[in-house]
């Protein structure tokens, strides 16, 4: 079966009335026009109608008369549909999809055959454990409600050992109000977790045991790590709160619950939540069990072919070695794969921590487009990847013997013995070249020592890991695809008010990513063939009419301009390229990455269609996410394609 | 002989086994009767086949002559029952996909198409005790280079290549032609070939030869078997044959 949603969405508005005390509840095609008659308890959610079932008119439904209306969710569309026999439908009843937890809404006469056909869908409801509400509406104003949760109170084991989530004592005072503010929310996010998928809760009581154990490990810690924690925590409440009203809003009972994203607040948006999850969760089992620090610290077991710095500089053919591949780790320890909590919101917009991971709220309305797509997230996942791995690279801070012994191989004092030392050469190296780049001034071998070594480190350190998130990003999740690298990303940055200070940074971030691909090449062809690639891309965008900002414009010109100087940096930071392309990126992991057991033939291997909901499942989200992407700006789209990912990934497929 | 392209289809728990009379006549369609499918006996002496036909006023086969005596234009349907499993092919697959969104006019909930898992079906035939060897490959490059998309291998047995030994994990592949390797007299290739399946579900069975049907059918219950389906469809049903 397939079901067409109509691209023109509509607004289901309840009203709490005061006086009289009443609940009202409305179909509006116009926000504006619902805002016209906003009151304090006013909620609102967009809804897709569903073609096959009546479309309603788009003029505003008051539902005069008797009426039920049912919320089913978090499922399929077309799987409670299909199950929904043609012939018991009865030919005057609506149905909507929305992006809430409660994402298939039917509406129903009240009469003998309304009631009958309602009774059929809460029955299959009912033998799938599908969460439902029901209400009777009478002239618009809502007269009785029966819900019905995935799981009762009573039912709810989750929570069995509710000690667990009480206080602790002994903690520091400063972390008491954070700690006990952090119970509070993960032991309601777990008791309404339970109306969800088993993995939401799942995911939940991992990141609860990783935070428990930091909290129990700040008694009697140092301040740092009490600070540690406490930063730790703030982050984590911020984020449990946002994905708490996001996800849980709109679930039974919807008209007590409201989420704070203002033009979902009625349903929430569980489903888009959902998606986001399932997309990040795919891409963090793939990478995080590849254990990529790991075999980057593997690396000190591989010789090394180079004894200097300049053969190794000089050398093309270890970027194809895919010695990052070859690694086979013995002693696997074990491993559990850490979730990220994620979220959305418009404060922070694309942002990660170590255990958290935000999207804007555009990206629940455009999660296909271009500009705003969700796959904006691999760049924050990159972001806790490469910290990973640059933490075994890096020398600690206060470790005066390490820092020592990389001022050593700096100032050629030492060799290179293995892969590892190869790694930490260039990265090391990149340091001294940047800044004498920065500075026109050179820095001889028997300059470096420690300290400068340390001072270099802290300058250059956050620009230094841009450049290799970014290169990072590019080789993995957009498989050294240039021109779709730089539209992606300037379309994202195009979007974003007040970075036109940054515009020569991001050029340079841009150059250093793509150029991983044309390592092979001489300096020359490189410098020419990125150029090239860049200006055509940034003039695409500047003459982009749904791009509001310069920023496109003013890049390119910035790069006509002054392109001597800019071959200049980006030539100071081509090791960073070189030790991403040789020793964090790797075919083999990338190919398990992407990998989609359900592929077929054609243009993108899919078969879905753009708008068509079916029961074709998926196996790998971020390949299908990013064969759907388009230039359009389309809610209906978007809408589709969250539903896709949230419910359509085969669950055998992807717990492998 | 005639080639043959299908689906395995599984019903909902709700409709039950598969019997004739509901690939007959489903539901009543609005409001006229009209039947689907016409049942025509067996199929070649064969147990479990079964000929129906199927009347469209489409036309599909690329032979002008029926189409000048005008609609309705009727074709031959081979099916094979199992409980609520239902194997439907037919000579070509536009003529199968056009009856199977007919059935999902008359059938609610609609019978549910069946998709192979490709690369997990190589990796258990390449158990050396499978009597079946893999005949053919179609698949596409995991990473999606610009470069290099799809590689297609044709041979006795593909997957004993050094080609496919040293390069198959960077492929996600999406058909598969499995052949019996019990006939070593057989030239190599295409006629040693019994079937070939698609993870989009698609059955082409190459003729319909006696002892080609009777592996075919071997190959298709080990298949649902060892799990090389999607997870929903049923291990058993009903009244499976």
Not at chain 2, 114 to 142: A, E, M, P, W
Request: hydrophobic share 35%.
């Amino acid at each position: 079966m397939e079901i067409e949603v109509t691209s023109k969405k509509v607004f289901l508005v309840l009203r709490n009335e005061i006086a009289p005390s009443e609940q009202r509840i409305e179909i509006i095609p116009r926000l504006k026009s619902v805002l016209q008659h906003w009151t304090s308890g006013t909620r609102v959610s967009p809804l897709w109608a569903i073609k096959e079932f009546a479309v309603c008119k788009t003029t505003r439904c008051m539902f005069n008369g008797p009426h039920i209306l049912l919320f089913i969710g978090p499922v399929s569309s077309i799987r409670a549909l299909s199950n929904f026999k043609k012939a018991s439908r009865p030919g005057n009843c609506n149905a909507w999809v929305g992006v809430g937890a409660f994402n298939l809404v039917v509406r129903f006469d009240a009469n003998e055959e309304g009631t009958e056909a309602s009774r059929l869908l809460i029955f299959w409801a009912n033998e799938n454990k599908v969460p439902y509400e029901r209400w009777q509406v009478e002239d618009g104003c809502i007269k009785q409600i029966e819900a019905k949760p995935l799981i009762s109170h009573q039912q709810n084991n989750t929570l069995k050992n509710i000690e667990a989530f009480s206080p602790k004592k002994g903690l520091d005072p400063s972390l008491t109000l954070h700690a006990n503010e952090f119970y509070v929310l993960m032991v309601s996010a777990m008791a309404r977790s339970k109306n969800f998928p088993t993995k939401i809760s799942e995911n939940l009581s991992i990141i609860f045991s990783e935070m428990e154990e930091d909290i129990e490990g700040s008694k009697q810690a140092d301040s740092q790590t009490i600070t540690n924690v406490r930063a730790s925590l703030v982050l984590m409440n911020s984020a449990l709160s946002r994905f708490s009203s996001q996800t849980f809003s709109g679930i039974s009972p919807i008209t007590s619950t409201s989420c704070h994203l203002a033009t979902h607040s009625l349903l929430g948006t569980g489903t888009a939540n959902l998606a986001l999850d399932c997309l990040v969760g795919t891409i963090v089992a793939s990478l995080g069990s590849a254990l990529l620090p790991e075999r980057v610290i593997a690396l000190k077991s591989l010789e090394s072919n180079f004894k200097t710095y300049d053969e190794l500089s000089s050398h093309k053919n270890f970027i194809n070695d895919d010695c990052l591949g070859k690694i086979t780790l013995e002693n696997k320890k074990d491993n559990s794969i850490i979730p990220l909590l994620t979220y959305f919101s418009g404060r922070e917009g694309y942002s990660s921590h170590l255990q958290t991971l935000s999207a804007p709220p555009s990206s629940i309305a455009y999660a296909d487009s271009y500009s705003v797509n969700i796959l904006t997230v691999t760049h924050e996942l990159s972001h806790i990847v490469v910290e990973g791995i640059l933490a075994y690279l890096y020398p600690e801070p206060n470790d005066k013997i390490a820092i020592e012994k990389i001022a050593d191989i700096l100032s050629k004092v030492k060799g290179i013995e293995t892969k590892f030392d190869e790694a930490q050469r260039l990265l090391m190296e990149a340091f001294i070249v940047i800044e004498q780049d920065s500075m026109r001034e050179k820095i001889y071998a028997h300059n470096i020592d420690a300290d400068l070594v340390s001072y270099l480190i802290k300058k250059w350190r956050k620009s230094v890991k841009e450049i290799i998130v970014h290169t990072f990003d590019y080789l993995y999740f957009f498989q050294n695809d240039p021109k779709s690298y730089v539209y992606s990303i300037w379309n994202t940055w195009c979007s974003i008010p007040g970075i036109g200070d940054r515009i020569e940074e991001y050029v340079l971030r841009t150059l250093c990513a793509i150029s991983s691909g044309q390592l092979h090449n001489t300096p020359e062809q490189r410098y020419e063939e990125t150029r090239k690639i860049l200006i055509e891309v940034l003039e695409e965008l500047s003459g982009d009419q749904t791009i509001t900002t310069d920023y496109a414009l003013t890049a390119k010109k910035y790069l006509l301009e002054n392109w001597n100087d800019i071959k200049d940096s980006w030539n100071s930071r081509i090791d960073l390229v070189r030790l991403v392309s040789g020793y964090f990126y790797s075919k083999t992991i990338t190919a398990d990455l992407l990998s989609d057991s359900l592929i077929g033939s054609g243009k993108t291997g899919y078969s879905k269609k753009r708008g068509i909901f079916d029961e074709i499942t998926i196996e790998n989200p971020l390949r299908f996410t990013r064969a759907y992407l388009q230039k359009n700006l389309c809610e209906r789209d978007s809408l589709w394609l969250l539903h896709n990912v949230a419910f359509c990934c085969d669950e055998k497929a992807s717990k492998e | 002989m005639t080639a043959f392209t299908g689906y395995l289809l599984v019903a909902d728990e709700s409709i039950g086994d598969i019997t004739v009379e509901l690939l007959e006549k489903g539901w009543y369609c609005s409001n006229k009767s009209e039947s689907l499918l016409k049942y025509s006996g067996s199929f070649q002496d064969l147990s479990l086949w079964e000929t129906y036909i199927f009347s469209s006023k489409y036309f599909f086969t690329e032979d002008k002559t029926p189409e000048l005596l005008g609609p309705p234009y009727h074709y031959r349907v081979v099916c094979a029952r199992s409980g609520r499993k239902l194997i439907v092919l037919t000579e070509l697959r536009k003529i199968t996909d056009h009856l199977i969104s007919r059935l999902d006019e008359t059938i609610t909930p609609n019978l549910r198409k069946v998709h192979f898992c490709i690369d997990d079906l190589i990796t258990g035939f390449s158990n050396s005790n499978s009597k079946y060897q893999t005949t053919s490959l179609r698949g596409r490059i995991k990473d999606d280079t610009r470069n290099l998309r799809t590689i297609s291998l044709y041979g006795t047995n593909v997957i004993d290549s050094p080609v496919f030994r040293e390069h198959h994990n960077l492929f996600n592949f999406y058909s598969c032609g499995l052949g019996y390797s019990g006939f070593p007299e057989m030239p190599y290739g295409e006629e040693r070939e019994i079937v070939r399946l698609g993870t989009d579900g698609v059955i082409y069975l190459r003729s319909f030869e006696k002892w080609r049907v009777c592996e075919f059918q071997k190959i298709i219950k080990q298949v649902i078997r060892d799990r090389y389906v999607e997870s929903w469809v049923p291990l058993y049903s009903g009244g499976d044959r």
